[in-house]
Nanobody, 125 residues
Framework: QVQLVESGGGLVQAGGSLRLSCAAS????????MGWFRQAPGKEREFVAA????????IHADSVKGRFTISRDNAKNTVYLRMNSLNPEDTAVYYC??????????????????WGQGTQVTVSS
C-alpha cells in the first residue's frame, strides 16, 4: 500500500477557493492513478475526481465539473484538487486514494485500497 497525507482543507465562504494536496509515499507514485473522494455527514463517500498515472486523463463528477480540477506532479509525488466556486453543498471530509492495481484508471470506490486520513472542507453561506 501507499501512504497518503492530505492537506489544504479549511473554512471558506461560498464562492471561495481552496487547493487540496495529497502527498504520497511507499510505492512508485507515477505508476498509479489517483482519486479524490468526499464524505458529508450522514452521507456515503462519493467520487469527486480521478487522474491517470501520467496525468493525461482526468474525470470529474458532474457535481463538480467546471469548478474542481484534479492534477498531479509526479516529481513531487503529489496530487492536487483545485476547488473554485465552492458552495455549502461541497462541505465534507475530502480523501485522496490510490487503487490497488498499477496502471489502472478507475472511479469505483471498491477499487481503491489506500486512503489518506481526510481533510475537512467547510463552506459557509
Amino acid at each position: 500500500q501507499v501512504q497518503l497525507v492530505e492537506s489544504g482543507g479549511g473554512l471558506v465562504q461560498a464562492g471561495g477557493s481552496l487547493r487540496l494536496s495529497c502527498a504520497a509515499s511507499g510505492r512508485t507514485f507515477s505508476s498509479y492513478a489517483m482519486g479524490w473522494f468526499r464524505q458529508a455527514p450522514g452521507k456515503e463517500r462519493e467520487f469527486v475526481a480521478a487522474i491517470s498515472w501520467s496525468g493525461d486523463r482526468t474525470i470529474h463528477a458532474d457535481s463538480v465539473k467546471g469548478r474542481f480540477t484534479i492534477s498531479r506532479d509526479n516529481a513531487k509525488n503529489t496530487v492536487y484538487l483545485r476547488m473554485n466556486s465552492l458552495n455549502p453543498e461541497d462541505t465534507a471530509v475530502y480523501y485522496c486514494a490510490a487503487p490497488r492495481g498499477s496502471y489502472t484508471f478507475t472511479l469505483a470506490l471498491k477499487d481503491f485500497n489506500s486512503w489518506g486520513q481526510g481533510t475537512q472542507v467547510t463552506v459557509s453561506s
